[in-house]
């Protein structure tokens, strides 16, 4: 059984930094050539969104919103997707939750959308203040 589980939100003030951590369990990032790794977000009242993608060769994509701000890496030692979140403001305010997909293109026109993804974490809460 596969399990995602994600750690390290909570409440800061805006220009705070978080990093969220992702291990996984019975899923191995490295295992596989094509896997594509992500987090998203989810405030409420508004659709999950796609922040960061990354692929099997450490290469990351970002969503605009939070580009140069946050850091998506991988330890495949520790099995762990991170997300490194500096500069927070406000709108950063959200549930995060991460992804994989063992078999998608991290850089094809789909890796923000929710339904390309099989393996989902519960969520971490990050709150920012301003």
């Known amino acids: 059984q596969v399990q995602l589980v994600e750690s390290g939100g909570g409440s800061v003030q805006a220009g705070g930094s978080l990093r969220l951590s992702c291990p996984a369990f019975?899923?191995?990032?490295?295992?596989?050539?094509?896997?594509?790794a992500v987090w998203f977000r989810q405030a409420p009242g508004k659709e999950r969104e796609g922040v960061a993608a990354?692929?099997?060769?450490?290469?990351?994509t970002y969503s605009d919103s939070v580009k140069g701000r946050f850091t998506i890496s991988l330890d495949n030692a520790k099995n762990t997707l991170y997300l490194q979140m500096n500069s927070l403001k406000p709108e950063d305010t959200a549930m995060y939750y991460c992804?994989?997909?063992?078999?998608?293109?991290?850089?094809?026109?789909?890796?923000?959308?929710?339904?390309?993804?099989?393996?989902w974490g519960q969520g971490t809460q990050v709150s920012v203040s301003s």
């Open positions: 990354i692929d099997s060769d450490g290469s990351a």
């Open positions: 019975g899923y191995t990032y490295s295992r596989y050539a094509s896997n594509c």
């Open positions: 992804a994989a997909n063992p078999n998608h293109d991290c850089f094809s026109n789909s890796w923000f959308l929710s339904g390309a993804y099989d393996y």
